[in-house]
């Protein structure tokens, strides 16, 4: 099943600034993966959008994460806030 | 330069134990072991700086320690026991012994502002069988932002020693170090493994924070919009950039505007020592032994002591504000399009001090052709051994303009970088093929940087330094200097008439005869040293160098410095010598207004522009050429890194030196 079909899940570069969310899938690489746990960022970790862009920001767990896009458009998230206006 | 960092970890053959000292990246483990130790190792605020195990001793008798000395080891920052990188498996060995000892026992370093997400490593250690005591650094910055903890509970929930420390101030280090002489005697057991947080660690560890720490904090904080538009700017595609360019630009200005002073300090005072020693010591080989090669020598390498003291210090600095995690962003984005990961920034920045600590740093690139691809471009970038050749030739290019010199300084660096890039797209199309990794990092605190830390850095590697010019140079320099100085030859038939004619007008005319004798002087040096070994070798290798319009001086200098670059700059300043009538003269000057055999200036701007581009790119250093083998394990990298560096350079030189002949620049 594609992210697009999934209801109310979303790529982490489709969340904006300020944006809450929850990762609920990822289809990374291993290596990337194993880095994105460690750093706290794995299924069911509540994060934070800082910056929308490339290079994408979460603070996840007091940590903040930067990312190239091409790990962040392969994160499947659930949003838990609305964007800010 | 040819210092090498430390590598291999070694053994302290009197110590009473060893004690491990464990963390995540940036949790002060370093810092905490120049504390213990009173070793400067560095400290950087980037992930993972720290890449080989650095051993100490704590000192004996120190705040309850044992009589001998306990070993330290500071361990590469991990995240998680799990993982499969190298820094890991670095731990793994330390943990299970290496060199046959088993350690004693760990401290387990936490960030106090980050503790929740940290004290997951305390629930892998409980499962590896080691008395551990867990150290809550930075103790005082959590007091700041309002964190409070409950140490008891914390203890008798995780059943090991807790304390609270701040490694960059002392506070609570003297109980740590009565914890450690603890672990030594056996005294804190081995803690019992947790079931629950072997299962499931992060939610152990939310728990635990939840029971001691009143709770994990909420997602988002008032001091978050802030760090947000900082984090924004400092990674933003162009005004990153700039913001970028235009620190780069700060630090080489810095470095260029604060060491001019003292460099002419040390020039000033090596002539007077030189001049002094001339006075005191009778003519004779001796004389010219001391003044020649051992003054020589150490002069022309000493003076750029405050330039490289400058560019480590500034570095520092600039690691330790956090803000290099961010520039590395910046540098992702520019470093993709070439092949390279954005990881390699940091190694690529290292080599601009060294290029054997740049590449040590590659280890922490995960894929396998990401780092080859960036050990193979790391020596393009401009180290602090080239920094005495382009002060030397920058500066005769544009001996009035300070402004004109440091752009062509920078220009210098820019080239190399650009080369490095140019050299990885290559490489990545025709030998690596294949995308570099996308990039995952962590964006350490914002923070103010430790001018000690800082200072201590800039202190250690200029001692390193010291200890080159102490060893490696002042052996070649003496070397260079009997090469030049023997077979010793009769003065030959002008000079022993321009003597003759002095001696008859010396009742008549004292300044005609002084003159001429000046000139019998400056003669029968020229012929000594073209009739010596130096000048005969210099001879042999002019016909490779002489396209890029370089003498036989010149050509040894070329020649010598594929031991060690900044061999060049002593190289010259023995072989161009320090005659009487120009003792009082700096040796950078010297070598500026230095004649070849056929009277014409040593150096043109064409040959002076050609040597600059020759040494931007050539491949040329022993110790950088081992690092390779031993990190490739393979001879194959480090010959193609001999061969094309050095073939481009030539090239290079030798374009650069006709175009500008052409242009009538000789």
Known sequence: MTYEARERLALLTELSEGELGRLEERTVGALESELLSALGLREGSEFRVCRAGDPWIVEVRSARIGMARRIAERLAVRRLSSPPP | ?666
């Not at chain 2, 190792?41 to 009589?67: E, S």
């Not at chain 2, 590896?128 to 914390?154: C, Q």
């Not at chain 2, 609570?172 to 672990?183: E, F, M, P, Q, T």
Request: charge should be neutral.
């Open chain 2, 1 to 666: 330069m040819t210092a090498q960092p430390l590598e291999r970890p070694h053994r302290i053959p009197d110590a009473l134990g060893r004690v491990l000292l464990l963390g995540y990246p940036n949790s002060g483990k370093t810092t905490l072991f120049n504390r213990l130790c009173g070793l400067r190792a560095k400290t950087a605020n980037f992930p993972g700086t720290t890449t080989a195990i650095r051993v100490g001793r704590l000192q004996p008798g120190r705040d309850g320690a044992p009589a001998a000395p306990i070993e330290i080891v500071d361990l590469p920052g991990l995240y998680d026991l799990k993982l499969a990188l190298p820094e890991v498996q670095v731990v793994h060995q330390a943990l299970s012994g290496w060199g046959g000892v088993a350690p004693a026992g760990a401290v387990l370093v936490v960030d106090a502002t980050h503790l929740r997400r940290q004290l997951r490593l305390a629930a892998e250690l409980q499962t590896k069988g080691l008395p551990f005591v867990l150290a809550i650094n930075m103790i005082d910055l959590a007091r700041r932002k309002g964190l409070s903890y409950d140490l008891e509970r914390l203890e008798q929930e995780l059943r090991v020693p807790v304390v609270p420390i701040s490694a960059r101030k002392g506070e609570g280090v003297a109980a740590l170090v009565s914890r450690i002489a603890d672990l030594q005697r056996g005294k804190i057991p081995v803690p019992e493994a947790n079931p629950a947080a072997a299962c499931d660690p992060e939610a152990w560890a939310d728990q635990l924070t939840l029971n001691c720490l009143g709770g994990p904090t909420a997602l988002g904080s008032a001091s978050d919009g802030f760090l947000d538009r900082l984090d924004r700017t400092f990674t933003h595609p162009f005004v990153g950039f700039v913001i970028f360019l235009a620190v780069m630009g700060a630090l080489f200005w810095t470095i260029f505007a604060l060491a001019s002073v003292p460099m002419s300090l040390i020039e000033a005072t090596f002539a007077y020592v030189g001049k002094g020693l001339e006075q005191i010591l009778p003519i004779g080989a001796v004389r010219d032994l001391l003044v020649g090669g051992l003054i020589g020598g150490l002069a022309g390498t000493v003076v750029f002591l405050p330039q490289i003291a400058l560019l480590f210090f500034l570095i520092s600095l600039l690691e330790d504000t956090g803000y290099l995690a961010r520039a590395a962003f910046v540098m992702d984005r520019l470093l993709y399009r070439f092949g390279l990961p954005g990881n390699a920034f940091v190694p690529l920045l290292s080599s601009h001090a060294c290029a054997i600590p740049g590449i040590f740093a590659t280890r922490l690139i995960p894929d396998p052709s990401d780092r080859l691809t960036t050990i193979l471009v790391a020596p393009f970038m401009s180290c602090s051994a080239r920094l005495p050749v382009y002060v030397l030739l920058t500066g005769f290019l544009f001996p009035n303009s300070p402004l004109k010199a440091g752009l062509a300084f920078a220009g210098c660096y820019f080239f190399g970088a650009a080369a490095a890039l140019g050299a990885a797209k290559l490489l990545r199309k025709q030998l690596l093929p294949g995308r570099s990794r996308p990039m995952i990092l962590e964006l350490p605190s914002y923070k103010w940087p430790d001018l000690r830390v800082a200072a201590g850095v800039a202190l250690e590697e200029c001692w390193s330094f010291l200890r080159t010019v102490g060893t490696t140079i002042l052996a070649l320099s003496f070397l260079i200097w009997w090469l030049s100085a023997f077979p010793r030859s009769a003065p030959g038939p002008e000079v022993v008439e321009l003597r003759q004619r002095a001696a008859q007008l010396a009742a008549a005319d004292a300044n005609q005869a002084a003159l001429l004798e000046l000139e019998a002087n400056v003669l029968e040096r020229r012929l000594q040293q073209e009739s010596s070994y130096a000048g005969r070798l210099g001879r042999m290798v002019e016909p490779v160098f002489a396209p890029l319009g370089l003498d036989w001086k010149l050509s040894i200098g070329v020649l010598t410095s594929f031991a060690a670059r900044e061999v060049f700059v002593a190289t010259l300043a023995v072989l161009v010598g320090a005659p009487e009538e120009e003792a009082e003269l700096g040796v950078l000057e010297r070598i500026h207004q230095a004649q070849r055999s056929d009277g014409t200036p040593l150096l043109t701007p064409a040959s002076a522009s050609a040597l600059l581009v020759f040494f931007v790119l050539a491949m040329q250093c022993v110790s950088t050429l081992a690092t390779v083998f031993r990190e490739t394990g393979s001879l194959r990298w480090p010959m193609l890194q001999l061969v094309g560096m050095t073939g481009l350079a030539w090239s290079a030189g030798f374009a650069t030196y006709r175009i500008l002949v052409a242009m009538g620049w000789s």
